[in-house]
């Protein structure tokens, strides 16, 4: 678990704006709060790692309040929004944390490598939020999320990793895809090189690197969130168009939650209308039972927890729960626990699971009654002995196989 540290100014000095000094008394005031800066161990690379804490007067230790994360754009640090997002949490109520993820997503950053949508980046952020769970009263159904630019990026992208932890979030006129950024070359471009570490078409590994930094990527994670993906028609710095092409990604899943929202305008942020959007929603209490997730990591989603087979490529995983069927269609996924206790499970006598996977793969089904056995007699999906839960082996397939749960 993260916990916050102080350094001092000697230390903070280059370290966290690169060529600029910043100490405490740096932090903007915002009326009505206290801003203060806190230093979070990265659970990524032991590193300490700033952001700035947003406590309204009005809170009270003993009230669950909301959370808002703001995200900082493209070029910029964890400073940039402290007053606007600082003012606008004041005016909701809400707690806010605004991280530093690495900083500026530039060239010339020590550590351009860590920026960019890394895996550094984003469990930077998961880390602030552990952070400020710990150590203050969050209403866990009521945490949101905005930026604008690079913050939009960060927004889309945190919520598509980790949709089960938002209640919503707004996105303004995000980098949605970096292939297609890169490909306007403009002042833009030679940054995507350096966090990506090359020019699309260099290698596997590159390519890799674009896709996993990419919200388009992981479009399909966010069908269950209230997002509000909104970009101006006449944006000079990213084409309208590659916000078009992410979000119809979402046609796979017409269910979907989230919106487009299109306005007269350029590269430009509304950051109080997204907020005042967000605020009537809350949490779902009950689990979606319909998942199209994408993943370039083992990591959780709701209730299913995924193995990749091969973490240097892309893994799918849809599941569906419908009537007395779960059906797993998964690519690159070696094994999956599925905690099915809040799903609602049939009364029956038992379930049909119907699988397709490239890989063989091992499904551990928890909150399945105890007497709960599998029924494949050709052998090809056998439950594994001695195991705490209903654990199940089943072979690699082509097609779509199903077999019976009962108990």
């Known amino acids: 678990m993260t916990t916050p540290r102080t350094l001092a100014s000697a230390l ?18 915002v009326p009505g709060a206290t801003a203060t800066e806190v230093q979070i161990r990265s659970s990524m690379d032991d590193s300490l790692q700033p952001a700035v804490m947003v406590v309204p007067d009005g809170y009270d230790p003993s009230t669950p309040t909301p959370l808002l994360i703001g995200m900082h754009t493209w ?11 600082g003012q606008l949490a004041v005016q909701h109520g809400w707690l806010a944390i605004l991280p530093h993820f690495r900083g500026p997503n530039k060239a010339n950053n020590p550590e351009p490598l860590k920026a960019g949508g890394s895996l550094y980046m984003q469990h930077d952020i998961i880390d602030a939020y552990d952070w400020v769970v710990e150590n203050h009263n969050v209403d866990l159904d009521r945490v949101y999320a905005t930026g604008g630019s690079g913050g939009g990026h960060a927004t889309l992208l945190m919520v598509a990793k980790y949709p089960h932890l938002f209640a919503a979030a707004a996105a303004w006129c995000p980098v949605t895809d970096f292939k297609d950024w890169w490909s306007v070359q403009n002042g833009y471009a030679k940054d995507v090189v350096a966090v990506t570490g090359g020019e699309p078409g260099d290698s596997p590994a590159i390519d890799f690197e674009y896709a996993r930094r990419s919200p388009r990527t992981f479009m399909t994670n966010l069908a269950n969130v209230p997002v509000m993906f909104a970009h101006g028609d006449r944006d000079g710095t990213i084409p309208t168009q590659q916000s078009w092409d992410t979000f119809r990604r979402l046609l796979e899943v017409p269910t979907h939650e989230t919106f487009f929202y299109s306005f007269a305008g350029g590269h430009v942020s509304r950051a109080a209308y997204g ?7 809350t949490r779902s209490a009950k689990p979606p039972t319909n998942l199209r997730l994408v993943t370039d990591e083992s990591k959780s989603y709701y209730w299913a927890d995924l193995r990749m087979a091969d973490e240097t490529r892309m893994a799918t995983c849809d599941l569906r729960l419908a009537d007395d069927v779960l059906t797993i269609l998964s690519e690159n996924i070696a094994g999956a626990t599925l905690n099915v ?8 006598d038992g379930l049909s699971l119907a699988a397709r996977n490239d890989e063989p793969l091992t499904i551990t089904l928890l909150g399945l009654p105890e007497a709960a056995k599998v029924q494949c007699p050709e052998g090809w999906a056998k439950a594994v002995e001695g195991a705490d839960a209903l654990t199940i082996e089943i072979e690699a397939t082509v097609e779509a196989r199903s077999f019976r749960i009962a108990w």
């Open 341 to 348: 206790t809040e799903l609602p499970i049939p009364d029956g």
């Open 75 to 85: 070029s910029s640090h964890y400073l940039q929004m402290v007053v606007e997002y």
């Open 275 to 281: 907020l005042d959007w967000c605020q009537d929603f």
């Open 12 to 29: 903070i000095a280059g370290m966290v704006l690169m060529t600029t000094t910043v100490q405490a008394a740096d932090v903007p005031a």
